[in-house]
């Protein structure tokens, strides 16, 4: 079945820093991808998608680009602020008809002053 | 706000108990979608509606049921609680099921069961 895998975390960044978050993923077909984040005490909040292979989404200073070779999807920011502080969850969108979302385990970003 | 609306913001309960958990959709949604954030099983899809009709079920237990409204609120139940049951609570609508249709989620319900 279809499947996401991020990366372990804690991270933790000085501000300023350059983020990487991996996320690669298992799929049938042509999935849809996704970034969501979650804010302390928040509800998920998209980020960014992407909807077919090279398609890069944008976002905030966020980036994450479609790769089907290497079936990943990593987010990146070339420079973190602490409001940027979230659990960060990666998802897919099959391409089967019922548009349930499959998560990665997220991962908790610390950016430090 | 998202536009979706979920009820109550947080719930605790005793093991045994049963209770229901509310959201209404988006305005013009037809398609709700449940998961369950806990820390050990991570976000989890549940349940999907669409127009009032049980679309796509998950790692539901049977324990828990679910049904969409006519007027398209959807309500999820859970029963005979036990610990575990202890998380949040996500609802979400789209307006299609399609992948290029618009997902929001509700700001959720957190269960604590003690």
């Known amino acids: 079945g279809n499947s996401v895998t991020q990366m372990e975390g804690p991270v933790t960044l000085s501000e300023e820093a350059f983020l990487t978050i991996n996320c690669t993923y298992t799929a049938t077909g042509y999935p849809s991808l996704f970034w969501y984040v979650q804010y302390p005490g928040e509800g998920l909040q998209l980020l960014l998608k992407a909807t077919k292979a090279d398609d890069k989404g944008s976002n905030k200073g966020f980036e994450a680009t479609y790769r089907k070779e290497t079936t990943s999807f990593h987010l990146e920011k070339g420079s973190v602020q602490v409001s940027d502080s979230a659990v960060y969850f990666c998802?897919?969108?099959?391409?089967?008809?019922?548009?349930?979302?499959?998560f990665g385990q997220g991962t908790t970003l610390q950016v430090k002053p | 706000d998202s536009g979706v609306t979920q009820t109550p913001k947080h719930l605790i309960t005793a093991t045994g108990q049963r209770v229901t958990l509310r959201c209404s959709p988006r305005s013009g949604d037809l398609s709700v979608y449940w998961y369950q954030q806990s820390l050990d099983q991570g976000l989890q899809f549940l349940i999907q509606y669409y127009n009032g009709e049980e679309r796509a079920k998950g790692n539901i237990l049977e324990r828990f049921s679910a049904q969409q409204f006519p007027d398209l609120h959807s309500e999820l139940n859970l029963s005979s609680l036990e610990l575990g049951d202890s998380a949040l609570y996500f609802c979400?609508?789209?307006?299609?099921?399609?992948?290029?249709?618009?997902?929001?989620f509700g700001s959720g319900t957190r269960l604590t069961v003690v």
């Open positions: 979400a609508s789209s307006s299609t099921e399609g992948q290029g249709s618009r997902y929001t």
């Open positions: 998802a897919l969108r099959g391409s089967s008809n019922t548009g349930k979302l499959i």
